[in-house]
Nanobody
Framework: QVQLAESGGGSVQAGGSLRLACAASGIIPSAYALGWFRQGPGQERMFVAAFPWSGGTPNYADSVKGRFTISRDYAKNILYLQMNNLKPEDTAVYYC???????????????????WGKGTPVTVSS
């Protein structure tokens, strides 16, 4: 089973940037996807961004398009989320998630992915 561990969260002022990292350990299946979700205070866990680990077009939530970029270091098994122009409404715990492409079945924004990290908190102050 793929294990996921996030890092890089912190506190930043509005307009600032952060880069989150997710280290994936274990054998990553060839048909696998990795992505990011977030859960704000009193909110449900929401999709942020994801793509197939072997390569492909990223998917983004409308709320982060143009500000966040998902990327990977394929050799090191690290997933990144570069977050620019952060807003107070981006405040949340950010989770790394993984699942087989068959398990996701094209529904990247469905929060029923199989594997999850423990999360890293991001706080954006105005």
């Amino acid at each position: 089973q793929v294990q996921l561990a996030e890092s890089g969260g912190g506190s930043v002022q509005a307009g600032g940037s952060l880069r989150l990292a997710c280290a994936a350990s274990g054998i990553i299946p060839s048909a696998y996807a990795l992505g990011w979700f977030r859960q704000g205070p009193g909110q449900e866990r929401m999709f942020v961004a994801a793509f197939p680990w072997s390569g492909g077009t990223p998917n983004y939530a409308d709320s982060v398009k143009g500000r966040f970029t998902i990327s990977r270091d394929y050799a090191k098994n690290i997933l990144y989320l570069q977050m620019n122009n952060l807003k107070p409404e981006d405040t949340a715990v950010y989770y790394c998630a993984g699942d087989t492409l068959a398990g996701i079945d094209g529904r990247y924004d469905d929060a029923s992915w199989a594997n999850w990290g423990k999360g890293t908190p991001v706080t954006v102050s105005s």
